[in-house]
């Protein structure tokens, strides 16, 4: 495909770096043009994605969604103030607080244009200095944003997958100790009559090095509504943050505006220690939102997002760039766009997404090696960093059991639930061995009897090929087959990316044993696999308080980060009635 005339942009000296910080958008699209897009969208249903759609240029605003991220860091002073708190309660309220302020940055008015689609490869990098502080004498080597200051938080988008879309992003500040790596997986979808919706699957990743604490977040759903009229923003479904060393986590629903009354953007939530819930909170997420202990006292503030000015994100010259660094890589429909060119616009977006296609084609046909990240690492279902200041943080999503949580195949069938927030999947049939893999010892606690003569519980990633995760399923089904002896279990697999799509449902029942085994899916990336008596347990039940109580079952072992290897006595000491959560 021909490039596009685009010499007079550049030619005649366009201003990039002022179109880009000059971001605030125009109205929206005029009733002509929603007229078109009420034409593209009538063409799909309900629930449909619109992956495939190609989508007119007045819905897009001026920036990539790599650039749209980066905004989420807009306060880098709330993002680090956890590492200076001296309790855990503290540490886990400034990083909520963050949590919920980093929104607005990105979606300030209800515009709902949507950002440019990355390309594969694309990068976006930004540093910014923190308000009234003075830089520092000392300079990164490397890092997102190489020779920045080590008080400066820096910034590194990449776009990591295209089918599906999946972009990584990692964010440092190396004086505190702080980082942030996160991956999100988008999937656009019709929502209703006049509703497009975006899902975003994935999950953030902040670390108080300094504390030895690991916060996980995921990320609202988005939605613009009244899209054949004035089309106006809005966040809406259910989040949480948690702390697993100091046993905080947040619960919070970002609500849908009511059809008839009420306000939009409002939020509501609950924080909770070790399950029992200590805090309420409320508010509006492009607002104020107030908080109060649960037992006691009114609602006080507990931040407002407006009353804090943004600080400005700071990137090297556009035609200073490299090619796949997003604002040079899309200069030229970001001042189409500005200056309401929408003729260049159009053969522009066409070029760039045409020019894609045909990259992946030839990939293909020349039998080129599969295209890698190259600043993001796959591990696990998402990715981490690899251009970090301090290598230590590369360690932080290891998949092993931890030489911390010593439980050994002696002791291990004590536990009536096991968390495995990696991919330690259990190896059938199960194996006695003093030597046995972590695997197979897994396999073994599953068909060791619970205490409590319930079903053993297990929740864990699953990130394997698609072959190794058709043997895993066939030693499973073997396993089922020939054994003589009932056992109860119920695992909850979270699929890496690879196998979103792959999964083959099954039911079987064995003949001695009458009992059931299946693998249901329930979500995108979630599937259940069940195997119970056919009486005695009724499944639904089974999922239902998987839901509801998993985390707060006694007995209960998570498997967590930086792991080693099984090995003997920390419930030696604890008693067999025990009711304390053992990590």
């Known amino acids: 495909m021909q490039a596009p005339d685009w010499g007079n942009y550049d030619a005649n000296g366009t201003d990039y770096d002022y179109i880009y910080n000059n971001s605030d958008e125009r109205d929206n699209w005029n009733s002509e043009q929603a007229g ?195 089309p106006w923003f809005e966040l809406a479904g259910k989040v949480e943050l948690s702390c697993l060393q100091t046993g905080y986590s947040a619960k ?69 760039q490299k090619n796949n660094e997003s604002r040079k890589l899309w200069r030229h429909l970001t001042a189409a766009l500005y200056f309401n060119d929408t003729k260049m616009a159009n053969q522009v977006k066409r070029f760039i997404e045409q020019h894609q296609r045909d990259e992946d084609r030839r990939r293909k046909e020349q039998r080129r090696p599969q295209w890698r990240p190259r600043h993001f690492q796959r591990v696990g279902t998402g990715f981490s960093g690899s251009l970090i200041t301090n290598p230590a943080v590369i360690e932080f999503e290891r998949h092993h059991f931890s030489s911390h949580v010593p439980i050994g195949p002696n002791n291990a069938h004590r536990l009536s639930s096991t968390s495995s927030c990696r991919f330690i999947f259990p190896a059938f ?31 864990c990633l699953v990130n394997s090929s698609l072959d190794q995760w058709t043997t895993n399923m066939e030693q499973l089904r073997t396993a089922f087959s020939n054994a003589s002896s009932p056992v109860t279990f119920h695992i909850n697999l979270t699929l890496s990316s690879t196998l979103i799509g792959s999964v083959v449902p099954f039911f079987l029942i064995n003949e001695v044993t009458g009992e059931q085994l299946a693998l249901e899916q329930y979500d995108l990336d979630n599937i259940e696999l069940l195997r119970c008596p056919p009486i005695g347990w009724v499944w639904e039940n089974w999922k239902n308080e998987w839901t509801e109580s998993c985390a707060a079952r006694p007995r209960r072992l998570s498997i967590w980060i930086r792991d080693g290897g099984f090995d003997e006595g920390l419930l030696d000491a604890a008693s067999p009635g025990s009711s304390g959560e053992q990590q």
């Not at 999950?203 to 899209?227: C, G, I, K, W």
């Not at 695997?439 to 519980?457: M, R």
Request: with cysteine; glycine share 8%; net charge positive.
């Open 429 to 459: 049939p199960p194996v006695e061995s003093a030597n046995a893999t972590d695997g197979e010892t897994v396999a073994k606690w599953l068909f060791t009897p619970s205490p409590d003569g319930g079903p053993k519980w297990l929740k």
């Open 252 to 320: 919070i629903e970002f609500h849908a505006r009511p059809l008839f009354y009420g306000s939009a953007h409002q939020i509501q939530g609950q924080v909770y220690h070790r399950e029992v819930a200590v805090m309420q909170l409320k508010g509006d997420w492009r607002g104020e939102i107030v908080m109060k202990r649960t037992a006691r006292g009114a609602f006080q503030p507990f931040t407002n997002v407006r009353a804090k000015c943004d600080v400005t994100k700071e990137c090297v010259k556009v035609l200073d």
């Open 36 to 230: 078109v897009f009420r034409h593209l969208v009538g063409q799909l249903g309900t629930g449909q994605t619109l992956q495939n759609l190609a989508l007119p240029t007045f819905v897009l605003e001026r920036r990539s969604l790599l650039e749209m991220y980066a905004d989420f860091f807009a306060h880098p002073d709330e993002l680090i103030a956890g590492a200076y708190e001296n309790t855990p309660e503290k540490r886990f309220l400034a990083v909520l607080k963050y949590y919920l302020n980093s929104f607005y940055p990105a979606r300030k008015t209800d515009n709902a244009k949507k950002p440019y689609n990355p390309i594969l490869g694309e990068v976006f990098r930004c540093r910014w200095t923190l308000p009234g502080v003075p830089l520092s004498a000392s300079r990164t080597a490397g890092g997102p944003f190489p020779r920045s200051a080590t008080n400066q938080m820096t910034f590194i988008g990449e776009q990591v997958s295209h089918h599906p879309p999946i972009s990584a992003f990692y964010v440092e500040h190396p004086e505190s100790g702080v980082t942030c790596t996160s991956y999100i997986y988008t999937e656009s979808h019709i929502a209703g009559l006049t509703s497009v919706g975006v899902r975003n699957i994935g999950r953030a990743t902040v670390q108080l090095q300094n504390h030895n604490e690991t916060y996980m977040a995921t990320f609202p759903d988005a939605f613009a509504r009244n899209v054949f009229g004035k």
